[in-house]
């Protein structure tokens, strides 16, 4: 069975730029979040969505947004990059919502900013 | 809010000997769980020993055992016999749940692990 899939492993923008990035979930999941990880800030929770509906969302601003489709694939948005946006970005996806879920990580997004 | 602290940034032991990596967490929740993940250099989150907050009895997974201290907060990880393979950062993470699914996970800030050989 494949991974939690997110693509491109790297990516340079410029400042005011918009960014899209993808994550395939592992095969019947169908609860995706996303995560940044910044030397500075650490591991931050950015948002879930489960069954193409957002669930849960961290304290991020509203330049951050995602969907997920009907496949259960998620794409996730920054639109008028900023410097500080630069960061890891990563996805995990587990099968439900339950109580018993394990997450599954991708290998991350390295987006930097110039 | 639930905050999730690592107060050792590195440590650094010798193959085959046993390292406890310590956590400490503050919230307000009674229902929750709490992680250790592992991120070796290719950046993959990897889960490596997950505890209830309801059950008291400590999680073990092979090499890897925790000491879960529910009224003090604590959540540290025993690494047994340890191994090359195990260099690595290493996050506490918290995740509570309510009625109808969990919410994000809180990291701390890490802890890089080295084992010398």
């Known amino acids: 069975k494949a991974g939690v899939t997110q693509t491109p492993r790297y990516l340079i923008k410029t400042r005011g730029q918009q960014v899209t990035l993808s994550c395939s979930p592992i095969s019947g999941h169908r609860s995706v979040s996303w995560y940044q990880q910044t030397p500075g800030q650490g591991l931050q929770f950015l948002f879930e969505?489960?069954?193409?509906?957002?669930?849960n969302k961290g304290n991020f601003p509203g330049r951050f947004s995602g969907r997920q489709f009907s496949n259960s694939r998620s794409e996730m948005n920054v639109s008028t990059l900023e410097l500080g946006d630069s960061a890891l970005y990563l996805c995990?996806?587990?099968?439900?919502?339950?109580?018993?879920?394990?997450?599954?990580f991708g290998s991350g997004t390295q987006l930097s900013v110039l | 809010a639930q905050t999730v602290t690592q107060s050792q940034p590195e440590m650094s032991v010798q193959e085959a000997e046993t390292v406890t990596l310590s956590c400490t967490y503050d919230?307000?929740?009674?229902?929750?769980?709490l992680f250790w993940y592992k991120q070796p250099p290719s950046r993959q989150m990897i889960l490596v020993i997950r505890q209830e907050a309801y059950k008291q009895q400590n999680a073990t997974e092979n090499r890897f055992s925790v000491n879960f201290q529910k009224a003090a907060k604590s959540f540290s990880l025993k690494i047994s016999d340890s191994q090359l393979g195990d260099t690595a950062m290493y996050f506490c993470?918290?995740?509570?749940?309510?009625?109808?699914?969990?919410?994000?996970?809180?990291f701390g800030k890490g802890t890089h692990l080295i084992i010398q050989p």
């Open positions: 993470a918290f995740m509570k749940h309510e009625g109808g699914g969990a919410d994000g996970l809180t």
């Open positions: 995990a996806s587990s099968q439900g919502r339950g109580r018993n879920e394990k997450l599954f």
């Open positions: 919230t307000s929740e009674n229902n929750y769980y």
């Open positions: 969505y489960f069954s193409e509906t957002q669930r």
